[in-house]
């Protein structure tokens, strides 16, 4: 399996400021994926991250909003940009080794 | 429009029991299935896939059936134990490996003693 940690677990913030949420996986992976699951729902894909190159985004999200990063194989970033309510969920990272996709714990975020 | 349904929000199952645990999907273009279990507070934990070229594919307690035609899988755990308590997300994906999943809304399972 692949060890993915994610940071911060948890944060509470106030409407209109931004969060950058980091993923750090234990050796390199070719595939990293960000997806949210907003309270009750589902997990929705919101991008691809590529190494080296600007996200893939998912319909419905754009990178003004949800800048990602990915300097290298084993690293990637999320941003929350000018943050409403509405961006409450939970932001997990994801990455895919051995024909399987794992993911991170999560960040619960809260917009006040 | 969602892809992947479960149509149970929850389900609850005596310890020892068999759970089962059911999924649809829309999208003949989808070409592997898998099963998610979440626990709060954590990220989901794979546990069990299958290619469209089969109709079954066993681990352990855990089994996922896989019927083409209707568009639906089926996840069985048996015996059903404490631990097994969790949210399960049924998800889809248009190739095997590390790709992309859509995922269904998920299943809370109580396992009760």
């Known amino acids: 399996s692949a060890v993915i940690s994610q940071k911060p677990s948890r944060d509470i913030c106030q409407r209109g400021t931004s969060l950058t949420i980091q993923c750090q996986v234990d050796?390199?992976?070719?595939?990293m994926f960000w997806y949210r699951q907003q309270p009750g729902q589902s997990l929705t894909l919101i991008a691809t991250?590529?190494?080296?190159?600007?996200?893939?985004?998912e319909s419905g999200f754009v990178i003004d909003k949800f800048p990602i990063s990915r300097p290298n194989l084993t690293f990637s970033t999320l941003t929350v940009s000018n943050m409403s309510p509405e961006d409450s969920s939970i932001y997990l990272c994801?990455?895919?080794?051995?024909?399987?996709?794992?993911f991170g714990s999560g960040t619960q975020l809260s917009v006040l | 429009d969602q892809q992947v349904k479960q149509n149970s929000p929850s389900l609850s199952v005596q310890e020892g029991r068999i759970s089962i645990l059911n999924c649809d999907y829309t999208n003949s273009m989808f070409d592997y299935f898998l099963w998610y279990k979440k626990y709060p507070a954590e990220g989901p934990t794979f546990l069990i896939s299958?290619?469209?070229?089969?109709d079954k594919n066993e681990d352990g307690r855990f089994t996922v059936f896989l019927n083409k035609s209707a568009k639906h899988l089926s996840l069985h755990i048996v015996p059903s134990q404490p631990g097994d308590s969790a949210v399960y997300f049924c998800a889809a994906s248009y190739t095997s490996g590390a790709q992309k999943l859509v995922f269904g809304q998920g299943t809370r399972l109580t396992i009760n003693p």
């Open positions: 050796s390199q992976v070719t595939m």
């Open positions: 299958i290619s469209s070229i089969k």
């Open positions: 991250a590529n190494q080296g190159s600007e996200a893939t985004y």
């Open positions: 994801s990455a895919g080794r051995d024909e399987k996709l794992f």
